[in-house]
């Protein structure tokens, strides 16, 4: 007997076990952290609710989003923060630099926030070339022009030679929310489709090939984008439900965390995911599912089934979503899952990212 997702009896046991296993406290076991538990997948997501939902006792924050929406005044405003610790800090199609300012306006678009001001603290290294840190900074200022913020305030610390790695940065940001639109989890339906703005992996690929660690090269470069302009041009065709950006974990990651939060299941269609060859075929060199490689100029959304379409033709209007796709829909059963349609006509479930296949991506 199969369920209309194609899932035998014996299949829906192991996702019931799976479920249980999920309903329980979250509760760190290492006494350590470890890499994993920066990779933004179970590890990452354990010790957020163990350790700093748990301290913090905030329902903004125990929504787990990338912002929280704040009240001042007669505004609705975004903030969101974030850090990177990418290494290398140089790479194909982008840098730290760049890389912050596009990863926090990301952020606050997939909020439905206009992005509008940014913070950036800078933690180096004692002797980090003066002139790298220039490169960056330029880096950030070009960025923050093309996305129409401006870096308003930050921070300098430098920490002794051999305590660091060259260079960290922080961010913040903050945007002001101009829709009535009301994103998130709790928008959510069965019949949902779900789309992805372009082809995956690109950035992960990227970096992993960059560190020079594999004999293997390729005409590559990272997917490092400010999405804001996308984003809005699919707001603007309506429908849409829930929105996040593709980085730590890769779309799987992100497809769980959206399941998880609605309460409803996912099913995903293996040959509707966007992905290039050349980075496919790095994927299969090094045994790793593109679903779990990070994208910096990528984004998932829902959207009401009935508005799938016109939310595509948006996308695909503008560069960065000319390649956009839909990818599955989602469904009543199995709620807080996703399941992937294979090439092969089988289904398997797509749980999250569970070891850190590439540290330091972002």
């Keep these: 007997m199969t369920t209309e997702t194609g899932a ?4 829906l046991r192991v996702l019931e ?111 980090f070339p003066i002139d790298d840190l220039r490169r960056v900074a330029a880096s950030m200022a070009a960025a923050a022009a093309r996305a129409g913020v401006a870096v308003v305030t930050g921070d300098t610390k430098v920490v002794q030679r051999g305590k660091g790695d060259g260079c960290y940065v922080n961010t913040a940001g903050v945007g002001v929310l101009e829709r009535a639109d009301a994103l998130g989890a709790a928008a959510v339906r069965p019949g949902d ?7 995956i992996g690109e950035h992960g690929v990227t970096i992993m090939l960059a560190r020079g660690e594999l004999d293997i090269e390729a005409d590559l470069r990272s997917d490092t984008a400010p999405l804001h302009e996308p984003i809005a041009a699919l707001l603007d065709a309506g429908g849409v439900r829930m929105l996040r950006d593709a980085t730590r974990g890769g779309v799987a990651t992100v497809l769980n965390e959206m399941a998880r939060a609605a309460e409803t299941g996912i099913v995903v269609d293996e040959d509707a995911v966007p992905v290039r060859p050349v980075v496919n075929g790095a994927c299969e060199l090094l045994g790793i599912d593109p679903l779990y ?15 799938a379409d016109a939310a595509l033709a948006a996308l695909r209007a503008h560069p960065l979503g000319e390649s956009a796709a839909v990818v599955g829909r989602v469904v009543d059963d199995p709620p807080g899952l996703v399941l992937l349609r294979t090439s092969f006509g089988g289904t398997r479930v797509v749980d999250m990212l569970v070891g850190d296949p590439l540290p330091r991506i972002c």
Excluded at 8 to 11: A, G, N, Q, V, Y
Excluded at 293 to 307: H, K, M, S, T, W
């Design 17 to 127: 076990r799976i479920e249980r296993a999920r309903r329980r406290r979250p509760k760190v076991r290492e006494e350590r952290v470890t890499l994993a538990h920066g990779a933004g997948g179970k590890a990452s997501q354990t010790l957020v609710e163990a350790v700093f939902v748990d301290a913090f006792r905030d329902p903004r924050l125990a929504e787990l989003a990338d912002g929280a929406t704040l009240e001042v005044g007669a505004e609705r405003m975004v903030l969101t923060t974030d850090s990177y610790v990418i290494s290398p800090l140089f790479f194909p199609g982008g840098d730290i630099g760049d890389l912050a300012v596009n990863g926090t306006v990301n952020d606050l678009a997939v909020c439905g926030a206009r992005p509008l001001y940014l913070s950036a603290g800078f933690i180096l290294e004692e002797g």
């Design 293 to 307: 490689v990070a994208c910096e100029g990528r984004f998932v959304a829902v959207v009401d089934g009935a508005r």
């Design 193 to 199: 489709a779900v789309l992805v703005s372009g082809p």
């Design 8 to 11: 035998s009896e014996r299949e």
